[in-house]
């Protein structure tokens, strides 16, 4: 409100809910500033020393500088045996007899399973004798031309001698003829019916199953007695655990870091806290322009892992690019991250030090720091959420930095 005093002059009235409202928008607009000059200071500047305050309980590791660090292509895979054969059967029939089951160690050799086969004994049988028949009318036969070959050769002196005719050899000499003639008949025929017997064995060999190499029965299909099986219907699953495998898909730009023999590092579910180590044994020379990634085939041998690997195990493999010596790793709990970058927290006599660092690869739950920190510095990994740098900190544990794996 405006008044026009005696002197001419103008004063201006205000009414107290107008003198609150101005106090209060001063209040506001200092408080903005204050806020304003906080959110300014970086994290990188000295906190105002907490004079008084209780030092915070912290939790710290001492830095060493002494790990492996992998640079690596890591891709998800599962694993199966090098060797590996569903055995399947070449006729169609009835299960006789399954000699072996799941986890049973084969030979190869050793008979796996029979099918009935009656029908093909009876029918060897047939063919046995018929060859056996086959042989002893050979063996006539060779007699009677043996007989007919000493009567040629006699008559044949006599006619020399002057005492038989011509004629009378002529007559000799066309029954051994003859008998020749009539043994290599009688000799066809054996071998026709020996080959006949060995055709008949040999498809009875079909009825009769055996382990193509030496294995474990992975699977044995849960067949039974009397169970009608084909061509089509797997008998057995045999596997050599000894050498195993696996198929990596690695992206086109990687292609030509990969090459044959490089080590494999490979985790799985099963074992998380095993590591195994394999080498890359193939590089495809395909690029699939579907997922512009090759096949990389690993191997590894189980025999070095006690055999604790089995076929089809999930997990993880690390083609190793780069190995790093004397590297620093530290928890990544103990890594922050402003808006300009990572940093982490050091006590030094009692006072927490903001580092900035560099980061390079993950370790499993550790960080590789590339520049920052050297051997001896004491990373606070537990408690420093709510430090600044200067913060007056208490050492309420240390934690041992010497057993951590690379």
């Known amino acids: 409100m405006t ?23 001063v209040a506001v607009l200092l408080l903005a500033s204050v806020g304003i000059y906080s959110r300014r200071e970086s994290i990188f500047s000295p906190a105002k020393k907490n004079n008084g305050a209780q030092a915070a309980a912290v939790k710290v590791e001492t830095v060493q500088a ?49 099918l009935e086969h009656d029908q093909q004994d009876a029918l060897i049988g047939s063919v046995n004798a018929q060859a056996a028949s086959a042989k002893a009318d050979t063996e006539r036969a060779r007699a009677e031309m043996m007989n007919a070959k000493t009567n040629l050769d006699r008559y044949e002196r006599l006619v020399n001698e002057g005492f038989s005719t011509q004629q009378q050899y002529d007559s000799v000499e066309t029954a ?31 009825y009769i199953m055996v382990a193509p190499i030496d294995g474990t029965v992975l699977n044995d299909f849960s067949l039974t007695t009397g169970a009608m099986i084909s061509p089509n219907s797997p008998i057995i699953d045999i596997a050599d655990l000894s050498k195993l495998e696996a198929t990596l898909k690695v992206p086109e730009s990687k292609i030509f870091v990969v090459k044959s023999g490089m080590p494999v590092y490979l985790k799985f579910d099963a074992l998380p806290n095993e590591e195994f180590e394999g080498k890359v044994t ?23 892992t006690g055999g604790q690997l089995r076929p089809g195990m999930f997990g993880q ?45 993950r370790q499993g739950n550790l960080i590789h720091i590339t520049e920052g920190l050297k051997t001896g510095d004491r990373v606070i990994i537990f408690g420093g959420n709510t430090l600044n740098d200067g913060d007056k900190v208490t050492v309420s544990g240390e934690n041992n930095n010497k057993d951590k794996s690379e």
């Open 3 to 25: 008044n026009k005093n005696k002197n001419g002059t103008y004063s201006v009235r205000f009414s107290k809910n107008r003198k609150l409202m101005i106090i209060l928008a």
């Open 66 to 114: 002494d790990k492996i660090v992998r640079e690596s292509i890591v891709q998800n895979t599962s694993i199966d045996a090098v060797d590996r054969v569903e055995l399947l059967p070449r006729v169609t029939g009835r299960l006789d007899k399954l000699h072996v089951s799941q986890g049973d160690l084969v030979r190869k050799g050793q008979i796996i399973a029979t």
């Open 176 to 206: 051994y003829t003859s008998a020749r003639a009539s043994y290599n008949a009688a000799l066809a025929k054996e071998k026709q019916a020996a080959a006949e017997l060995g055709r008949v064995r040999s498809a009875k060999a079909d």
């Open 282 to 304: 193939r590089v495809d020379q395909y690029v699939d322009p579907s997922t512009r990634t090759s096949n990389v085939e690993i191997e590894l041998d189980n025999r070095e």
């Open 317 to 361: 493999a690390s083609i190793v690019e780069r190995e790093i010596k004397n590297a620093v790793l530290i928890p990544e709990n103990a890594l922050h991250e402003s808006e300009t970058g990572f940093y982490v927290l050091t006590e030094v006599e009692g006072t927490a030090k903001l580092r900035v660092v560099s980061t390079g690869t």
